[in-house]
């Protein structure tokens, strides 16, 4: 009966799994629909023309209206618990054409301990701390709304930084994380406009048009800045209250916009994952895809071939999407070299090569993997990652015999060096903690569960000691976590999920001697949410920049395709 059971689920999960891919196509997934993105992008929308784009204005403001909480709040997705954010950001929005209500404002008050400027502002800047990535543009739009009266206390963003070569940035120590210059430059003009003029304003007058320059060369051909509403919306509404409605990149902002909005009125917090979808699905489906060829030369073609606008890194790394707003990663292209791997059996190409070397550039002096680039500074998104380091790490295994004798030498010592980071950073519990993935219901929103089993599957493969020591004690972490139901939250004693009870069973799967009672109760977990109709449930996990949460419904599919496969070869 049990594998009967299993058959079945993995039966569904890849009949579902391959239904999703459009013939021709990567995968594309579907992320959730966002408070945030829909405020922005209706409340900027109505700065550059609300006569205009009256449908989508109204359309937007139903649906947020419709998702609204008994108490007049939101949280990032429909499945998200209240957040200051997500509410202050909608209330503004609604304020804007005529439709806020009242309850929010109260919630607001009762947040901030009060409605005054010096509330509202002190309230955002704590909460985000020194990073103004997020915090300054959403002062600027309550400011714009009317929400905040007086634009003095609003921090100013030195736009005119943007000028200089990216090569200096990491020591220019930039409020705004690595990928954010656009709102650098259209927040910053803004709030200069907005300010009081001294002695230095002629100065920073006249880098306006030099910053506006780089703004344009920044804005990708579709007009989507990181094929992100928020961040485009941000630039536009900037633009508009700067007096540059007309500017090509406001209007091809707006463009963005209107093109990426969905039936309902909503907009999703980026346009889609495509690129890391289709990694999650070809190892999720290992052997058994149809089509390998096919799906492999598409990968292939996804590679950047030049060096990129946004970040300056060289070409040769993948992007989370095959979209023009996207920016390479490490996380996606180590999704992509691994799933070459399997769609190529392991036959070298030259993509392969350059991704690697991309990923070998990419390293910081602290032996880790950043995201985007190397860390400019202290800012949270910039820094390294153990589960990313740990997925650059397998890529580099599964490709080392394939690679020409130089790069398996970079290689090896890059490896050196990243495991003896990740040793010196895995918590004393056996943990890691990491970037873009949390969990709404621990305490911090962290979900060191996740870090740790992504970890520790990258990890089980090596040869290297040091790599298995800290694979051990990454499962034993997760032996302890636990849940009495047999699932995992983010953390000890978090309600359990699918997704991360996944994600949990694939990494103990990964060990010849896994904990086999933990494994059966991980499966059975997993089992009743099969019959009780809730394996596809929405799971906001995924954190975005700036504490933005979202879910995509390919990660339940995935994540579980993944962890069965593996489970019932254990068992078998």
Not at 339 to 359: F, M, N, R, S, T
Request: with cysteine.
């Amino acid at each position: 009966m049990k594998g009967e059971q299993i058959d079945e689920m993995i039966g569904v999960l890849r009949e579902q799994l391959l239904a999703k891919r459009t013939p021709g196509e990567i995968w594309r997934g579907r992320l959730s629909s966002s408070a945030i993105s829909t405020s922005v992008s209706i409340f900027a929308l109505q700065m550059v023309d609300k006569e205009k784009y009256a449908p989508y204005i109204q359309k937007g403001s139903a649906w947020l209206i419709d998702t609204m909480k008994e108490d007049g709040s939101w949280g990032d997705t429909v499945e998200s618990p209240s957040n200051m954010t997500a509410t202050l950001l909608t209330y503004a929005s609604l304020c804007a054409v005529g439709e806020a209500p009242q309850v929010t404002k109260e919630y607001l008050t009762a947040r901030f301990g009060g409605y005054t400027d010096q509330h509202i502002i002190r309230g955002v800047l704590d909460y985000y701390g020194t990073d103004l990535t997020f915090s300054a543009p959403i002062l600027v739009m309550c400011a714009l709304a009317g929400i905040i009266s007086s634009w003095d206390e609003i921090p100013q963003l030195p736009f005119e930084l943007a000028v200089m070569p990216q090569r200096f940035f990491r020591f220019l120590q930039l409020p705004v994380v690595s990928y954010a210059i656009p709102a650098l430059i259209a927040v910053g003009i803004l709030r200069f406009r907005k300010g009081k003029k001294n002695i230095l304003s002629p100065i920073r007058e006249s880098f306006i048009h030099k910053s506006l320059q780089v703004l344009e060369k920044l804005q990708p051909i579709n007009g989507g800045f990181l094929e992100a509403a928020p961040l485009t919306a941000f630039v536009a509404m900037c633009m508009s209250g700067a007096g540059y409605r007309e500017h090509i990149a406001t209007q091809k902002g707006v463009g963005f916009l209107t093109d990426t909005v969905r039936d309902d009125g909503s907009w999703p917090i980026d346009t889609d994952l495509a690129n890391w979808m289709t990694a999650l699905s070809v190892r999720a489906l290992g052997d058994d895809v149809p089509n390998k060829e096919e799906l492999a030369t598409l990968i292939r073609h996804n590679a950047f071939t030049h060096k990129h606008p946004f970040t300056g890194a060289k070409e040769g790394g993948w992007g989370w999407t095959d979209l023009p707003g996207a920016a390479p990663d490490a996380d996606d292209t180590s999704g992509a070299l691994v799933a070459l791997h399997i769609l190529l059996d392991g036959v070298y190409c030259p993509e392969v090569g350059k991704g690697i070397e991309w990923l070998l550039d990419l390293q910081n002096s602290d032996g880790g993997m950043p995201t985007f680039c190397k860390g400019w500074g202290k800012l949270p998104f910039d820094r390294s990652s153990p589960d990313i380091s740990a997925h650059a790490l397998l890529a580099y295994q599964l490709w080392m015999e394939a690679l020409p004798d130089g790069l398996q030498r970079r290689c090896k010592a890059s490896m050196r060096k990243m495991l003896k980071w990740m040793r010196q950073i895995q918590a004393a519990d056996g943990s890691w903690t990491p970037l873009w993935f949390g969990d709404q219901d621990a305490g911090d929103e962290r979900s060191p569960v996740y870090a740790t089993a992504m970890t520790v599957e990258y990890l089980s493969g090596s040869q290297e000691p040091v790599a298995h020591e800290m694979a051990q004690k990454g499962m034993m972490y997760l032996l302890a976590t636990q849940n009495a139901d047999g699932g995992w939250g983010g953390a000890r004693e978090v309600p359990s999920k699918v997704t991360l009870t996944a994600r949990a069973l694939s990494a103990l799967t990964s060990f010849p001697d896994a904990d086999a009672t933990a494994m059966d109760r991980a499966y059975l977990y997993l089992c009743r949410m099969y019959q009780a109709g809730e394996l596809f449930r929405a799971e906001p996990i995924g954190l975005y920049f700036s504490r933005l949460w979202y879910s995509e419904e390919m990660y339940n599919i995935t994540f579980v395709l993944n962890a069965l496969k593996k489970y019932k070869l254990k068992i078998v």
